[in-house]
């Protein structure tokens, strides 16, 4: 059994693995292990080594674009004498499954190149990997499995969040999709331009990249909290795989 945990910059989770299978998950908010040691035991120390124990590991790999959060969960885990290895995963460890065709490999962000690991794994490549995180990543994988690039946009709770902090009568609205695309409130209009403004986003992108030489022919692989909300709008998505980075975690682990 291995644990892998991917450390987001809004939400952190724990997935158990029995060989290739993923039996069970524990989602915390990042926030709350990126606080003080102390306070880290105080709000969710209980959680977290109740999932860790029910599953007994033998290995937990944890990873993530959050540095203070990683290094508290670390020393939180070895505080508790766990029987398991405790690994942190590095791009110089990611390294050795995958080319970085990059000047600075080190200035990707490590859970882009895990998703370009398990997209090599799932997928024949070339791939064009679309994550909907904190920002909507695209990643390129070239035919000869290269990781050689990408393009961040902002993300989509990033996008409302800006619309309400920069305007004064503009509410904080939750993401949904829209049937209609003329909103017929405020409310409705911002709903309709956000959901639909980021299907023309992802569709223009992707048929650009589509066209450049690396792309050609490449799946369009979606993962993310918010992948299968456009399940039916994008038809330029051949695969949503919501654990795309615990996949690619488990890989390093495995090997």
Request: some cysteine; hydrophobic content about 40%.
């Amino acid at each position: 059994m291995i644990t892998v945990v991917d450390i987001g910059n809004t939400s952190s989770l724990f997935a158990s693995f029995n060989k290739k299978v993923i039996t069970d998950k524990l989602r915390v908010e990042t926030n709350q292990l990126s606080v003080s040691k102390s306070n880290i035991e105080n709000a969710i120390t209980s959680e977290i080594i109740k999932f860790i124990e029910k599953n007994d590991p033998n290995k937990i790999i944890l990873s993530g674009v959050v540095p203070q959060a990683i290094m508290n969960l670390y020393s939180l885990l070895n505080q508790k004498k766990l029987d398991a290895e405790i690994d942190i995963i590095d791009t110089n460890k990611l390294l050795k499954f995958i080319n970085v065709d990059l000047e600075n490999p080190n200035e990707v962000g490590d859970d882009r190149i895990i998703n370009a690991i398990a997209a090599n794994h799932l997928y024949k490549p070339p791939h064009i990997i679309i994550d909907f995180g904190t920002a909507t990543t695209f990643d390129i994988v070239n035919v000869k499995k290269d990781y050689i690039g990408g393009l961040i946009c902002p993300g989509i709770n990033l996008t409302l969040k800006s619309l309400n902090d920069g305007t004064a009568l503009l509410p904080l609205i939750e993401f949904k999709k829209t049937n209609e695309i003329i909103g017929k409130s405020t409310v409705g209009a911002m709903e309709s331009g956000v959901y639909w403004g980021y299907i023309s986003l992802i569709e223009g992108i992707v048929e650009r990249l589509l066209k450049d030489n690396d792309c050609k022919n490449a799946n369009v692989v979606a993962t993310g909290g918010y992948a299968k909300v456009f399940e039916n709008d994008l038809k330029c998505i051949n695969y949503i795989e919501e654990d795309l980075t615990l996949i690619g975690l488990n890989l390093t682990a495995s090997n």
